[in-house]
């Protein structure tokens, strides 16, 4: 449920900042995804565990609870991976992954540093590289490379996809014993609160 509240608190909270800079004479570029988007859809590299690792980093540093990460909390993530960045170097480690210029990073933002990463995208020694050395979640390799005939790569997108499908059953199958478990717990409890009705 607090997740739901998150979300929905991030929804919110970037329609009324979208409302705020309509209002004050601003041009909005529009924040669209898909019906039915989603991070694990769109980052088909990382298993759903990576991308929980990921959101859970996330969340360490989004302090605010509002669904990104600003120029302060992003200082301050630095400073905690033991890589402090200039406010220069800040600007422009957001700049490179900001699509929606929005000056902060969003989940799937967040995410864009990683794929970058895997796909030998960023410079050596930017700001983002090491955050994305630091944070020291595992990542896949990113993509297909380029030996692979098309052929391939359709086949490799096909178990990709199989291994999402497994994942999300495996995830499933676990939430319906632990509702099981549960029930069982909740009879358990009423056959006892009844010998003493």
Do not use: C, W
């Amino acid at each position: 449920m607090s997740e739901e509240k998150n979300e929905l608190s991030s929804v919110l909270s970037r329609r009324q900042a979208i409302n705020d800079a309509l209002d004050g004479g601003q041009e909005v570029k529009p924040h669209f995804r898909p019906s039915g988007h989603s991070v694990f859809a769109e980052f088909h590299e990382f298993t759903r565990k990576q991308i929980k690792l990921y959101e859970s980093e996330f969340n360490k540093y989004d302090v605010g609870h509002d669904g990104f990460l600003d120029l302060a909390e992003l200082k301050i993530m630095m400073e905690r991976l033991g890589a402090p960045q200039t406010h220069l170097g800040l600007k422009g480690m957001i700049a490179e992954v900001d699509e929606d210029k929005d000056n902060k990073i969003s989940f799937r933002e967040f995410l864009l540093i990683f794929r970058k990463a895997g796909a030998g995208e960023l410079e050596d020694n930017s700001g983002l590289s090491q955050l994305a050395r630091l944070t020291e979640i595992s990542v896949e390799e990113v993509g297909v490379t380029g030996a692979k005939t098309f052929f391939e790569a359709k086949i490799e997108e096909q178990r990709k996809a199989g291994k999402f499908e497994q994942e999300l059953r495996e995830e499933q199958e676990e939430r319906r014993r632990e509702e099981e478990n549960r029930a069982q717990r909740r009879q358990a409890f009423k056959q006892t609160a009844a010998v003493f009705q």
